[in-house]
């Protein structure tokens, strides 16, 4: 099949993430795969041997796909490239999936919420990446596909003192307790350090918090392209988000077989078990904190725990299920169909 996803941004975030492994793997297997849009540094290797061009607005993302051709299938990745699908339709004639990332409504004004209605009956299929998300947009969608990552094989490193927090620093992914939980933790200048792997809007006012705390242990790593191997350095994974989709991070470190300690909130309630010993409310840095303690205390917990959650990743999130589905629903929407 000719494939081409689109996403309308110059980032490389969990969206952009989950579209590049998703587009390369298509590409292994044979399809003739373009990515449009992302970051124009990291998304052209991370795609290859899919094509890759660049979109960072939506009147660039329509003029690409208006003069890319006739793909079979359209996938695209948030409202702007819904909005460019359907303006390119005239030239593209393919029909368009969408995956909805984000548990929030379309438009907030009138207009947007009219234009919103026509999408919804433009769109050839909707797929939700959680039933959080499914349960929070204006209509529910076609089918609820979680995202996949890929299986690994790291071991478990018991003498790491690396606590990981892999999120934009944006005010819904909420580092600010990631931080507070680092404080209460007691864990600062016990030789465990605190790594925040992403970049944002509130790094500035974050990096003052740390100064105001007085935490020595709390290192900025700005946005990074090697989140397997910061895994593989890692001894737990902390996801403090007031509210998430599905949980891209999370996912990865269950993989690697890193213990999280996560908000009990969203997508995290379905990655992970539902009496998973370390979820915290949102917001509750104390509560976060005593987690952390207990884990960094107690090695065998923590490489149990981990091996656990390697098995239901194994069992339930793998990239490889996930693109199977991915190319019988691109078949059924070729067909006119809307259903798994």
Same mark, same amino acid.
């Given at each position: 099949?000719?494939?081409?996803?689109?996403?309308?941004?110059?980032?490389?975030? #969990?969206?952009?993430?989950?579209?590049?492994?998703?587009?390369?793997?298509?590409?292994?297997?044979?399809?003739?795969?373009?990515?449009?849009?992302?970051?124009?540094?990291?998304?052209?290797?991370?795609?290859?041997?899919?094509? =890759?061009?660049?979109? !960072?607005?939506?009147?660039? $993302?329509?003029?690409?796909?208006?003069?890319?051709?006739?793909?079979?299938?359209?996938? &695209?990745?948030?409202?702007?490239?819904?909005? *460019?699908?359907?303006? &390119?339709?005239?030239?593209?004639?393919?029909?368009?999936?969408?995956?909805?990332?984000?548990?929030?409504?379309?438009?907030?004004?009138?207009?947007?919420?009219?234009?919103?209605?026509?999408?919804?009956?433009?769109?050839?299929?909707?797929?939700?990446?959680?039933?959080?998300? #499914?349960? !929070?947009?204006?209509?529910?969608?076609?089918?609820?596909? =979680?995202?996949?990552?890929?299986?690994?094989?790291?071991?478990?490193? +018991?003498?790491?003192?690396?606590?990981?927090?892999?999120?934009?620093?944006?005010?819904?992914?909420?580092?600010?307790?990631?931080?507070?939980? =680092?404080?209460?933790?007691?864990?600062?200048?016990?030789? =465990?350090? /605190?790594?925040?792997?992403?970049?944002?809007?509130? %790094?500035?006012?974050?990096?003052?918090?740390?100064?105001?705390?007085?935490?020595? #242990?709390?290192?900025? /790593?700005?946005?990074?392209?090697?989140?397997?191997?910061?895994?593989?350095?890692?001894? /737990?994974?902390?996801?403090?988000?007031?509210? +998430? #989709?599905?949980?891209? *991070?999370?996912?990865?470190?269950?993989?690697?077989?890193?213990?999280?300690?996560?908000?009990?909130?969203?997508?995290?309630?379905?990655?992970?078990?539902?009496?998973?010993?370390?979820?915290?409310?949102?917001?509750?840095?104390?509560?976060?904190?005593?987690?952390? %303690? +207990?884990? $960094?205390?107690?090695?065998?917990?923590?490489?149990?725990?981990?091996?656990?959650?390697? $098995?239901?990743?194994?069992?339930?999130?793998?990239?490889?299920?996930?693109?199977?589905?991915?190319?019988?629903?691109? !078949?059924?929407?070729?067909?006119?169909?809307?259903?798994?």
């Amino acid at each position: 099949m000719r494939i081409t996803h689109v996403v309308v941004s110059d980032a490389f975030a #969990g969206t952009e993430r989950y579209v590049a492994e998703v587009a390369r793997r298509l590409a292994q297997r044979g399809h003739d795969v373009l990515v449009v849009g992302g970051d124009p540094v990291s998304m052209p290797g991370a795609v290859a041997p899919a094509a =890759w061009q660049p979109a !960072s607005d939506l009147r660039t $993302a329509a003029a690409v796909l208006a003069r890319g051709g006739r793909p079979d299938v359209v996938h &695209a990745h948030l409202t702007a490239a819904e909005t *460019a699908a359907f303006l &390119a339709f005239p030239r593209h004639r393919a029909p368009v999936v969408s995956t909805r990332h984000i548990a929030t409504r379309r438009g907030s004004s009138t207009p947007a919420k009219v234009f919103s209605r026509v999408l919804n009956r433009f769109l050839r299929l909707q797929i939700a990446i959680s039933e959080h998300v #499914g349960a !929070s947009i204006e209509r529910a969608p076609d089918i609820v596909l =979680w995202n996949g990552v890929p299986t690994s094989n790291t071991g478990y490193d +018991e003498t790491s003192r690396v606590v990981l927090a892999v999120q934009r620093l944006e005010p819904e992914k909420d580092a600010a307790t990631a931080i507070r939980a =680092w404080a209460a933790s007691g864990l600062d200048g016990q030789g =465990w350090e /605190l790594q925040l792997a992403g970049d944002g809007s509130q %790094r500035a006012a974050l990096e003052r918090l740390v100064v105001d705390l007085d935490l020595s #242990g709390v290192r900025f /790593l700005g946005a990074v392209d090697d989140v397997p191997d910061r895994l593989a350095a890692s001894a /737990l994974v902390l996801a403090s988000s007031k509210q +998430e #989709g599905l949980g891209l *991070a999370v996912l990865e470190a269950m993989a690697a077989a890193r213990p999280v300690v996560a908000t009990a909130v969203g997508g995290h309630l379905e990655t992970l078990p539902a009496e998973y010993p370390g979820f915290f409310p949102v917001g509750d840095a104390v509560h976060a904190g005593q987690l952390l %303690r +207990e884990l $960094a205390d107690d090695p065998s917990w923590r490489r149990d725990l981990g091996g656990d959650l390697r $098995a239901r990743q194994r069992a339930s999130f793998d990239v490889e299920g996930h693109v199977d589905r991915l190319i019988h629903l691109y !078949s059924e929407a070729r067909r006119g169909r809307a259903s798994v």
